[in-house]
């Protein structure tokens, strides 16, 4: 829908310009509580309101456009788009090891205290649909045990779906945020079949866990994963 002429907004000169553009134009969609299918004031109606000219705008929208705020429509407008948290998170997730000097033992303590109680927490929250997700990763899994690259990347997939079966975005948005880390360690182990085969067993068990809705065997089964992972390294 299109949004009536709001009062100037005021940019934060510490800043680049554009970042600042970009920064006031969040709040913005923020405060007007705008949602997916929303339109944005057109860009003379934003000039006027930042304060800036055409290119820095165009620049803090295309910003916004990369990271999944809004959406340009052609002849239409830009509008906002319904935001994945989790998928920016997971976009950002190489910087946040390059930049925060986060190491495998960092990863693996974290996902110690993290993991099982989201394994907890899906047994309880899970839908049918979470449970039949689980076993399609588990079946691909053992499909594929002699292939690497294809079984790490549902290990991984099944470890995202228990965050979102957990009932609780914020464990989604966490675990995203640690899918790249969550490759790199898979890639640190010996590539050896034994070790792949005792990874899918800990995830029957603890699919099997959540199935029944057993909160206190998923997590023990969660903390006997990680704790088979850490004695790998």
Known sequence: MSMPAAPALRLERRETLVEATARTLIRFIAKE???????LPSEPELIDMVGVSRLPLREALSILKGIGIVEAHH?????????DIATVF??????????SNIGVPQIIEARSYLEPTIASLAATHR???????LERHNSRMRADVDDRGTFIDSDVAFHQCLARAAGNPIFHVF?????????????????????????????????????DRDPEDAADAMREHIAYISRRL
């Open 90 to 99: 997971s976009l950002l997730s190489p910087l946040l090891k390059a930049q």
């Open 75 to 83: 002849g239409k407008g830009v509008f906002v788009k319904n935001l």
């Open 33 to 39: 509580r705008l949602v997916a299918g929303d339109r």
């Open 175 to 211: 675990m995203a945020a640690l899918t790249d880390l969550l490759r790199e360690v898979q890639y640190r182990y010996p590539d050896q079949l034994e070790h792949r085969a005792a990874s899918l067993e800990f995830h029957e068990r603890i699919a099997a866990a959540v199935r």
């Open 127 to 133: 839908t049918g649909d979470h449970v039949a997700e």
